[in-house]
């Protein structure tokens, strides 16, 4: 394997280390030293690879949403196919907010990585930069998406796009952090946001 | 003073250090030892009063949520002094919700606590039990909140008070979080709740 390759490769099995124990205890206090121990490596081995937590779990944090803008491609993609075209923009909306749900496995894992990387971003600049470039970018393309379905028609008067955008990723953001703490079932979850779609939508 | 009370007043005192450490570096990592420091008692004494770090979470998130329960109160009395009355249910409702979102200091605080409960519930069925509780009792109460102004007439057709109360919620809840995360200011989370009730509301 090309040393590149061979790099990166190591990053993501460490990642995925990393992951488990997202998703089984949580991050908090979790040192370098465990995540070399469920990856199977030494503490030395893995620092070749990621000198700090944070530099980790930014690595981990990119990794998944590159895992999760793949699957929401794949929710798009299929629906085109079953539509035979390019599916309106209210349904790609609609896929890409119930793709960022914890509605399986992996979008939980990727949300409960999510909760470690927030708690830790509040408090750190570099961190948090993470959220302030690729929230706006994913608002941007939202708000795209529905001057799209405005154009169309299709939007209920008077709504801003780039505010109704910000809305939805946080309503979105909210419906997952209370399906984490189980006040309510991911089916649940998804209701709400099919029900918020249902009024900002004509038709 | 009184054995009972001043069993409560070092619980409190506590529990301010533990809010100087989550408003500054958060939670993560910090030990019993790391809030006994800030405190300026030992770890003995500490440990007589909080044998865990999730107790001590525990007891500082719902002195959180008393004091904010009372800080909401005090907005809505201070509306119904202005109004000279019983302010309406969609008043009533917006100064609840205002008062969640990370608006000033104290809000801050709050919510910076709230987020490391949040990355420690998620994987803590005692911790995530106080949402389990907590979540639904609230939307009860904004469900409530929402029937009566059905009833008055002002709300837009077709909406469930359920549904509606607990989007409400995880709104707010999404609105905090990119303002912790410095995605956007407080005023633009408070505008963007703003424009919600609007849409939600009739006139």
């Known amino acids: ?75 798009v993609s299929a629906v085109a196919a079953d539509l035979g075209g390019e599916p309106p923009p209210r349904r790609v909306l609609r896929e890409c907010l119930a793709g960022m749900l914890p509605l399986d496995e992996k979008s939980r894992v990727g949300a ?11 408090h750190d600049d570099r961190l ?12 941007e393309f939202f708000a795209g998406l529905l001057r799209e379905a405005m154009e169309r028609g299709e939007v209920v008067a008077g709504r801003d796009a780039d505010d109704e955008a910000m809305r ?12 984490l703490l189980g006040v309510q079932g991911a089916e649940r979850a998804l ?6 779609l249902e009024g900002l939508f004509v038709g």
């Open 128 to 139: 948090s930069a993470e959220a302030q470039e690729g929230i706006p970018k994913l608002a």
């Open 1 to 75: 394997m090309p040393k590149k390759v061979d790099h990166e490769a190591r990053r993501l099995e460490i990642s995925e280390a990393l992951w488990r124990i997202a998703s089984t205890r949580g991050l908090d206090g979790v040192s370098l030293r465990d995540v070399a121990a469920e990856a199977d490596i030494s503490l030395g081995r893995l620092q070749h690879y990621f000198r700090t937590k944070d530099e980790m779990l930014l690595f981990a944090l990119r990794h998944i949403n590159v895992l999760a803008d793949r699957r929401i491609r794949e929710r």
């Open 112 to 122: 409960l990585v999510g909760a470690a990387y927030f708690a830790r971003a509040v």
């Open 168 to 179: 939805l990723i946080s309503l979105v953001d909210g419906l997952t952090a209370y399906t």
């Open 191 to 196: 209701g709400l946001l099919d029900g918020y």
